[in-house]
């Protein structure tokens, strides 16, 4: 055998291409190796904005995803006669399935658009999706952001008009001391991984708060095991000693955030807790007058803010000219941080007072004494020059430990305001935004407000999603009931920013707020990982009605594998995998942004689609000019875009506005961005340049961007933002106090049905304040004692990757980690067959001690477990019999005021409560199986799949193989 | 480590076609200088032909161990560095040299085909079994450096390995030639290879159980701390890595259950040495071959769970990377 | 005399696993491949990879550290497992230490991996030879790869850069620098094995504050009190004294 040199080469790659992964949401760029057509090896792009030539498990793994078994392969309808479930399927050419899907839509977008619902899970084309859903007219479209992370969204743009991951991150090329919250792996994986590793190697400390240590906590210089659901009291309470110790960048609160704004004290005015405003000229098209009142220290009395000279007060009491009381929305927040001390948080959060104090003290100190001053000159928006930019060198990231709970609108606020008080907000070494952030607070989008905004044969009138800045803007009927099926946008869950697609399947079985006839779900595996009550919603999905009828109709389901949610369909429409399509990460959606500017790419297909596979992307195209759709067909009604690639290009968002789906190489030859012409060598352009489009603003444009003159118009001219008005920090949320006032009936707006005033009055403080998660207040907790989480395995992504043989053979079934103080207490050992308990059900697992877990939580790995047969495994692989999912002993509702049921929410944003169950751990009996329950019957095969089960496999590209049919 | 049968029973089956021929040889040594009658040629050319096929049953189950049987000649190669390539040229040297030992005694030659003169009958045999004395012991010693080389196995990395091959290879080819010899030769040389036999199987009860005593004292020279390079009193590992386990956890774990892993020592010191020494005593007194070819029975049973042990309870520092799932 | 090798850098490792699979990738259609699978999609799915990252916890709750590890054949110097081989298919070239397998010269009979301490090496079940890590002979030297990727799979792969290429007999190169500066070490050294690649242990930074920087001269609290104006109600030393 030879392995010189020359010997080597031969065996080389024939061809390779570039295009976007799609082993998870991050997005990297990767070049594909092919050799006679096959993949022989894919890598990141190191010519790539993102993830400069990493990959990561996943990503590395493309093959076995690609030429899995569990690749659907033809379009399949529910036999007749079969149940939902079943996963008894014929094949049907795709002209049968569109015509079945458009015979059915055209009859409801004829009749009842809102029939026609579209969910779709981790969806990166919502700019597609969303957009059909509104030409269709319907307002039943969600993706999986309801149930994923809107509070870390929600949280932040209501705060700082930005958020964490496509929206902004921590500047660690910068930062000396990295705060990271709740996160496992995150979306943005690996240049997350990136930039740690380069933060640890220049020596920034690296504080990890989380109640179980492993992958990125792993390398945290300090550990920080909190009791699940407790962060908002660990956040307020840091902010406090903060405070206290003066250790906050006044400057900073006083010139860019509502901190030194007064704010109305007088009780019987209907302006009560609003910001006091002083008459100014109106500026046309302004979102945020500049109207709003300072104490001016100098001059004793108010003053308007900005105004030159003016020196504000940040804290105090006083009285206006006319009598008004008022106080700054800073001395609130200090009189809202008087009870929330150090010895209040230790007791709920587990963590010791003087370590409390200490972190403190690291960041307060770090902030301060370490200052950062980048010699770039930039002009605020109220017209004053700056020399320099100046940071304080504190980032944080959080993600879902703080998002997945019912309380995680509140504690992320209350991060965004530590944040804030430290003053990192944009700023060198602290959080940096991505475009198109920051965004007015709100942003602009809305949805519509009334029902009549559905009507048969016509587009949406406003956005499926949207960001609601007052009761008004909430999308409910005369009687304040949604209108959505999810109930979003509703008084229960008016915040509720990307729609509650964790409520779709139970709402519409009870009829509440309505039945609907389709439910079309798009890369969702709403049987199995994505639901909560799992056992519950599979049955639901399977529930007939008086006349036999199911209750939910019809649910075409699109998806690339047989995966468990395949199996309740009555259409499948096979998708393609990334390989096989083109796609984009479009500007109109999520960006892949850099800080120093806006970013997009595209994916290319690289190899043919598999058997009859078909882009959903082509699918919605199709449909959409079956069902002539406006913006799909021209005045004459003929179809208008031949394909996606055509569509991609020449799409406008209204004739001429050279607004389209792509930012890149816009304008007839390629030579404009963000806005311009249609350019018909678009794909070919991106495709030359790596597949992505990045522009660099200009340095001065990089920073302080809310308040930033030229980045603002910037924005403005490139249509990023419609407005150019500074977006001050709202540390006090007037938002949240309208919608405070209309509970309170003190308003003019609309107001909450009696059931739900208080629930809104309560939620909606305009400071942040702790509550216990909803869960924990309806649950016994000396029954219940424990918290039970996940958390994401890097090498996983969610329920995809047990199809591939190589990711499966890292985890091929899960364990629950409990401290091994609890498990000898509680007579298990390590290893041992346990029931893991909450009110709602229990799951049988497999346990394991750790030391590296809060001794009152317990946690295993997201989405492993799996339904048997499903995923092209064998009925008794791991997954099944050895593996769980802790999803069973999740509720998706919980019981609320009186007999209402409410959502395992979050009350402001309908964020799901994930993290929030509590349980019981107990042996499992010696004559109990030694195998997860519940256990589902096992699924077959459906036609197309694929191919055979092989016994062994051994992957060589471009050659034949070997492999015994099992 | 994990018991390979294939390797057991190499192990055994040459070890037994060793000693075979080592008893044979003493034998012949005895009664050629006088010490007892000639026997007649039938225990030596069926001793010897059992001794052949016993060391090729040997080499037979080795190929179950290779994954390419078919360059199993290249295993001849790397004398100079390799123990088990010695091996590999010391058994078909042993196998040639009892062969033709055997076929000496069978066809009667004596040296004069050498054109030798001839002083007494046999004395052919007597040259070529000294070589294959030689080789023998050359087997022995090569096998049990296979293990005993191996200094990562703190379990096998001792003289005591080469002694235990060594002897209890011979004891139950002294046991085997004490049951042909009870059946086709009279009592005397019965007698004495019984004795041989019992000593043999005695010392090496007394050799394999100094290794059990040294081997549960051992202390591993590796641990976690060295094997990641942390020095901490408490460490686990919480993942190997891989789930459903890998080649290493196949080839270096015994995966039988604790309970049959310690009563195997208990199966193998009676089935190896006390029962065969039972019967022996008693065999030689009543001179009944019935219980010789019982010990001779138990004996290479007890061999198999004793090789069966020599695998299991060694502990292969590599242990310390595979240990857990999860 | 050139010796190649990794240096890891467990101060950054996450354990996210892309240097097990793109290594697998890599190999698996490379001048090693194919790395066979088993029950690829049943029980027990199990395969052939050269490289695999564990997991480790030191110490107890609270003081918890939880290592990720990860560990490929470490191409010592004075490698065991070769002079064991009957074959001679395992060596190592001497022109840069790496130690590979022949697998047209291989009988499978395991006996190196018995002679290697480190569980690096691992026979394919199907090919029914010895495999291991080659430390991607085959990448290394493609001149058709552009030089700055001419580097093994998994170190092009990891997304922390925890893993270094490099010559550690050549005192200036990164890993050498690397072992020298952050007290890289071997695994096992009680073997004299002396393997070539290093690890790089963790390195905690802490922040000190002193109590008396916390608060500073430029207290920003100063500006909101008043009392540095207001007038003082009641006696003073000034109403009651003459001097
Ligand atoms: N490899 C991989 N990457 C993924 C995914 C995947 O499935 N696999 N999924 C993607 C998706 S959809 C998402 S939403 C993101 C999510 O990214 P993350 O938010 O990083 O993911 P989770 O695993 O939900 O992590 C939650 C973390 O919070 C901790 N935690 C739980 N409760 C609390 C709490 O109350 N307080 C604190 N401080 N911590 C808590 C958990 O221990 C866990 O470490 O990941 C994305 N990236
Ligand atoms: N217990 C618990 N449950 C959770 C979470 C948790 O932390 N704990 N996290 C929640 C979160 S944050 C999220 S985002 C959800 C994620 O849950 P889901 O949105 O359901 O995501 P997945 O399971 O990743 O995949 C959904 C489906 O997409 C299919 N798919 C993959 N690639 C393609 C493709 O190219 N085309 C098409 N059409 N389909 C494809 C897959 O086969 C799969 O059936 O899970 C939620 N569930
Ligand atoms: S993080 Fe991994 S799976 Fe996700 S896009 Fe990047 S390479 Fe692909
Ligand atoms: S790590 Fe093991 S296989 Fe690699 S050279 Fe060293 S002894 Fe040989
Ligand atoms: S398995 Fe192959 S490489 Fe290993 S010792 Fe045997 S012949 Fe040599
Ligand atoms: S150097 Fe190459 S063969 Fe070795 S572990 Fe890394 S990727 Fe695998
Ligand atoms: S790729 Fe890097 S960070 Fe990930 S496990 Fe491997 S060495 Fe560690
Ligand atoms: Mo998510």
């Not at chain 1, 999986?144 to 496509?166: D, K, L, P, Q, R």
């Amino acid at each position: 055998m030879d392995y010189t040199p020359d010997a080597c080469l031969s065996r080389g790659s024939s061809e390779t291409r570039n295009t976007t992964c799609y082993m998870c949401a991050c997005r990297c760029g990767i070049r594909v190796h092919l050799r006679d057509g096959e993949v022989r090896y894919i890598e990141g792009n190191p010519d790539h904005p993102l993830n400069k030539g990493v990959i990561c498990a996943k990503g590395a793994s493309g093959i076995m995803k690609q030429y899995s078994p569990a690749r659907l392969t033809r379009p399949l309808r529910r036999k007749a006669g079969a149940a939902r479930g079943d996963n008894d399927f014929e094949p049907i050419s795709w002209g049968e399935a569109f015509d079945i899907l458009e015979e059915r839509l055209r009859h409801l977008r004829e009749t009842d658009p809102k029939k026609f619902a579209l969910f779709t899970g981790r969806d990166q084309m919502q700019a597609l999706t969303g957009l059909f859903a509104r030409q269709f007219g319907t307002p039943n479209y969600a993706a999986h952001g309801g149930f994923c992370s809107v509070n870390m969204a929600a949280g932040m743009i209501y705060t700082i008009g930005g958020s964490f991951w496509e929206f902004g991150g921590p500047d660690l090329d910068r930062a000396r001391l990295f705060v990271m919250i709740g996160t496992a792996e995150d979306h943005h994986s690996n240049p997350l991984k990136i930039a740690i590793s380069k933060f640890k190697r220049a020596g920034g400390k690296f504080i990890s708060i989380n109640p179980v240590r492993t992958g990125y906590s792993a390398i945290a210089d300090e550990w920080v095991p909190i009791r699940p659901g407790t962060d908002g009291a660990l956040l307020l309470a840091l902010t406090r000693e903060l405070v206290d110790n003066a250790l906050f960048d006044r400057e900073f609160l006083v010139r860019y955030t509502n901190a030194a704004q007064l704010v109305n004290m007088d009780e019987s005015s209907p302006e009560f807790g609003m910001f006091v405003r002083t008459e100014v000229p109106e500026e046309e098209g302004c979102f945020d007058p500049q109207n709003k009142l300072w104490w001016d220290r100098h001059r004793q009395c108010e003053v308007l803010t900005h105004s030159e000279g003016a020196d504000p007060r940040l804290l105090g009491e006083y009285r206006l000219k006319d009598g008004t009381p008022v106080k700054t929305a800073f001395q609130l927040l200090v009189e809202r941080l008087a009870d929330y001390t150090p010895e209040w948080a230790a007791g709920i959060t587990g963590i010791p007072v003087d370590r409390i104090r200490r972190l403190a003290h690291e960041m307060g100190v770090t902030a301060r004494d370490q200052k950062i001053e980048l010699p770039i000159a930039w002009t605020d928006a109220w017209g004053n020059d700056h020399d320099c930019v100046t940071g304080n060198p504190v980032a944080f990231h959080a993600m879902r430990g703080l998002a997945a709970h019912s309380n995680g609108f509140h504690t992320i606020r209350a991060l965004s305001i530590l944040m804030t008080v430290l003053g990192t907000i944009d700023r060198p070494g602290g959080f940096r935004h991505k475009a198109p952030f920051p965004r007015p607070i709100p942003p602009c989008a809305k949805p519509p407000r009334v029902p009549e905004a559905v009507r048969a044969n016509r587009a949406l009138e406003g956005l499926a999603l949207g960001w609601p800045a007052e009761p008004d803007d909430l999308f409910v009927d005369e009687n304040g009931g949604p209108v959505r099926i999810d109930k979003a946008f509703s008084w229960e869950y008016p915040l509720s920013v990307h729609g509650m697609m964790h409520n779709v399947i139970t709402n519409a079985v009870r009829g509440d707020p309505y039945r609907i006839d389709t439910l079309m779900l798009f890369m969702a595996n709403m049987a199995w990982n994505s639901t909560m009550n799992t056992e519950g919603v599979r049955a639901m999905l399977n529930e007939r009605d008086e006349n036999g009828e199911y209750k939910i109709p019809f649910i075409v389901v699109s998806d690339a594998f047989q995966s468990e949610t395949v199996a309740f369909a009555d259409l499948v429409l096979p998708d393609t995998t990334y390989l096989e399509r083109h796609d984009v990460m479009s500007i109109l959606d999520r960006p892949i942004s850099e800080f120093d500017g806006p970013v997009d790419s595209v994916r290319i297909p690289v190899v043919p689609p598999k058997g009859e596979c078909k882009p959903f992307q082509e699918v919605l195209i199709e449909l959409a000019s079956r069902l002539k759709l406006p913006s799909f067909v021209d005045e004459t009604g003929e179809r208008k875009y031949r394909d996606y690639p055509e569509f991609i290009v020449r799409y406008e968002t209204e004739p001429g506005s050279g607004i389209g789906f792509l930012a890149g190489w816009r304008g007839k030859g390629g030579e404009k961005f963000m806005a311009g012409e249609p350019n018909p060598n678009q794909w070919q352009m991106y495709e030359k340049n790596n597949c992505v489009f990045h522009y660099e603003l200009p340095r001065s444009y990089q920073y302080m961007r809310n308040w930033n003159r030229g980045y603002l118009d910037w924005a403005k001219r490139h249509r990023l933002v419609r407005y150019d008005e500074p977006i001050l920090v709202h540390v006090y949320s007037e938002v949240l106090q309208q919608f405070r006032l209309a509970a309170q009936g003190k308003s003019e707006t609309r107001q909450p049905p009696d059931h739900l005033r208080d629930r809104v009055a309560y939620y909606f403080d305009p400071l942040p304040f702790y509550y216990e998660p909803l869960e924990a207040q309806v649950t016994d907790k000396q029954r219940y004692p424990l918290s039970a989480i996940t958390q994401r395995p890097m090498a996983m992504y969610h329920s995809w990757d047990s199809q591939n043989a190589w990711l499966r053979q890292i985890h091929s079934h899960n364990y629950l980690y409990v401290s091994p103080a609890l498990g000898r207490t509680h007579g298990f050992d390590d290893g041992d067959w346990i029931w893991v308990e909450s009110q709602w059900g229990r799951v049988r697992c497999m346990c394991r001690f750790s030391e590296a877990v809060e001794p009152g939580t317990v946690w295993t790995w997201n989405a492993i477990g799996k339904s048997p047969g499903a995923w092209a495994l064998a009925p008794d692989a791991d997954e099944s019999r050895r593996g769980f999912l802790l999803n069973h002993v999740i509720s998706d509702e919980l019981p609320g005021a009186g007999d209402m049921r409410i959502s395992n929410s979050d009350p402001v944003t309908g964020q799901a409560g994930w993290y929030d169950v509590r349980v019981r751990v107990y042996r499992s009996e010696q004559d109990e199986a030694r195998e997860t329950a519940p256990r589902f019957e096992p699924l077959r095969a459906v036609p197309g799949q694929a191919g055979e089960r092989p016994g062994w496999l051994g992957y060589f590209a471009g050659r034949v193989r070997s492999g015994d049919a099992k | 480590m994990h018991p390979a049968f294939s390797v057991i029973f190499l192990t055994i089956l040459i070890g037994a076609g060793q000693g075979l021929f080592l008893a044979l040889y003493l034998s012949e040594l005895l009664a050629s200088s006088g010490g007892l009658n000639m026997p007649d040629g039938r225990l030596y050319v069926a001793g010897g032909v059992l001794s052949v096929a016993l060391l090729a049953a040997g080499l037979a189950a080795s190929f179950f161990h290779l994954g390419h049987p078919e360059r199993a000649w290249r295993t001849a190669t790397c004398w100079r560095t390799s123990w088990l390539s010695r091996e590999v040229i010391a058994l078909p040297a042993a196998m040639a040299c009892t062969a033709a030992w055997t076929i000496a005694h069978a066809v009667g030659w004596d040296l004069s085909i050498l054109g030798i003169d001839s002083m007494r009958p046999l004395d052919l045999s007597l040259v070529i079994g000294a070589a294959g004395i030689v080789v023998t012991f050359a087997l022995f010693l090569c096998t049990g450096m296979i293990y005993a080389c191996i200094k990562f196995v703190a379990e096998w990395a001792t003289p005591l390995t080469v002694l235990n091959f060594t002897l209890l290879g011979s004891a139950s080819g002294f046991t085997l030639a004490t049951a042909l010899s009870s059946w086709l030769e009279g009592e005397a040389m019965t007698t004495i290879l019984g004795a041989w036999a019992m000593a043999l199987t005695f010392t090496g009860a007394l050799t394999r159980f100094a290794s059990l005593l040294r081997n549960d004292r051992l202390k591993p020279r590796s641990s976690l701390q060295s094997a990641i390079g942390i020095r901490h009193s408490k460490i686990v590992q919480r993942a190997q890595g891989a789930t459903a386990g890998s080649f290493n956890t196949r080839e270096f774990f015994h995966h039988a259950a604790p309970r049959i892993y310690r009563s195997m020592r208990l199966v193998f010191m009676v089935l190896t040495f006390v029962a065969p020494l039972a019967l022996l005593i008693p065999g030689v007194m009543l001179s009944s071959t019935a219980l010789f070819a019982a010990a001779c029975v138990l004996q290479l049973a007890g061999l198999v769970a004793e090789r069966w042990y020599f695998f299991a309870q060694a502990n292969h520092p590599q242990n310390l990377y595979y240990q857990y799932v999860s | 005399m050139t010796q190649l090798a990794l240096v890891i850098d467990l101060n950054v490792c996450v354990g996210c696993h892309a240097c097990v699979t793109s290594c697998k990738e890599w190999n698996t259609s490379g001048v090693a491949g194919y790395l066979s699978d088993d029950n690829p999609y049943d029980a027990d799915p199990t395969g052939t990879f050269f490289n695999r990252v564990q997991t480790f916890e030191v110490g107890e709750f609270p003081d918890t550290e939880t290592v990720h590890f990860p560990k490929s054949c470490l191409h010592c110097e004075d490698p065991p497992c070769v002079p064991v081989c009957p074959t001679g298919a395992s060596y190592k070239r001497p022109e840069d230490g790496i130690v590979l397998v022949d697998y047209d010269k291989c009988i499978g009979c395991k006996y190196c991996s018995w002679a290697c301490p480190y569980g690096a090496r691992e026979l394919d079940e199907h090919q029914k030879v010895m495999k291991k890590c080659t430390l991607c002979v085959d990448r290394i030297y493609d001149e058709s790869i552009p030089a700055a990727e001419r580097r093994p799979a998994c170190v092009n792969a990891c997304p922390t850069s925890a893993r270094l290429f490099g010559d550690i007999h050549d005192p200036e190169s990164e890993v050498s620098r690397a072992i020298r500066e952050q007290g890289g070490y071997p695994l096992m050294p009680e073997w004299g094995t002396r393997p070539a690649n290093h690890y790089l242990p963790r390195r905690r930074t802490n922040i000190t504050v002193h109590e008396d920087e916390l608060v500073r001269a430029d207290n920003p609290l100063k500006k909101e009190r008043d009392d540095e104006h207001e007038p003082v109600r009641g006696h003073t030393l000034d109403d009651v004294t003459t001097w």
